[in-house]
T-cell receptor
Framework: AQSVTQLGSHVSVSEGALVLLRCNYS??????LFWYVQYPNQGLQLLLK??????LVKGINGFEAEFKKSETSFHLTKPSAHMSDAAEYFC?????????????FGKGTHLIIQP | DTGVSQDPRHKITKRGQNVTFRCDPI?????LYWYRQTLGQGPEFLTY????????KSRLLSDRFSAERPKGSFSTLEIQRTEQGDSAMYLC??????????????FGSGTQLSVL
């Protein structure tokens, strides 16, 4: 069975500060890992993904994530938070075979940006 | 707009009524997924299609839920005899499929169902 755990349902940072959203996974086979962002009343938008190769993945809007197999983690970071980053963030995994289950999501982390 | 389209955006219904939602995927995408998202939770996989074939439906929440994709293009999700617990956001996603490293799901904006 596969699962995703996001630590912290809410994270609050000051504008300009480092953003760190934590994600740990459990999977019996090498997974593909994703971060999605959801703005109010909008669909999920892909921020970045890891499939194979380089473990540090860069995405849109200045976000990046590092796949650490030994720690089964895929934490999302951004060096300097912007007010527009306030949203719900979801970590997700998929079996590397493109499995029939589609994506398995974590419960999400609500990112709050303080002015 | 060439993204995933869902209709309606909002649906309010009375308990016991049937509802149907529609999803139009990105035109060249052969895989189509349905998810449900409740407040404070991540999306939960329900079912998926490869072209017109429904390849996984064991995760549909009950026999009141059914989905179709008759011509391999748009899909419908029907909930019969709705219950208040069915109130949620229903999301559709599509992808090129194939399990390659380019596998990527594109999501629609969802249909928000409220059962009174």
């Amino acid at each position: 069975a596969q699962s995703v755990t996001q630590l912290g349902s809410h994270v609050s940072v000051s504008e300009g500060a480092l953003v760190l959203l934590r994600c740990n996974y459990s999977s019996s086979v090498p997974p593909y890992l994703f971060w999605y962002v959801q703005y109010p009343n909008q669909g999920l938008q892909l921020l970045l993904k890891y499939t194979t190769g380089a473990t540090l993945v860069k995405g849109i809007n200045g976000f990046e994530a590092e796949f650490k197999k030994s720690e089964t983690s895929f934490h999302l970071t951004k060096p300097s938070a912007h007010m527009s980053d306030a949203a719900e963030y979801f970590c997700a995994l998929m079996y590397s075979g493109g499995g029939a289950d589609g994506l398995t999501f974590g419960k999400g982390t609500h990112l709050i940006i303080q002015p | 707009d060439t993204g995933v389209s869902q209709d309606p955006r909002h649906k309010i219904t009375k308990r016991g009524q049937n509802v149907t939602f529609r999803c139009d995927p990105i035109s060249e995408h052969n895989r189509l997924y349905w998810y449900r998202q409740t407040l404070g939770q991540g999306p939960e996989f329900l079912t998926y299609f490869q072209n017109e074939a429904q390849l996984e439906k064991s995760r549909l929440l009950s026999d009141r839920f059914s989905a179709e994709r008759p011509k391999g293009s748009f899909s419908t999700l029907e909930i019969q005899r709705t219950e208040q617990g069915d109130s949620a956001m229903y999301l559709c996603a599509s992808s090129l499929g194939g399990g390659s490293t380019n596998e990527k799901l594109f999501f629609g904006s969802g249909t928000q169902l409220s059962v009174l």
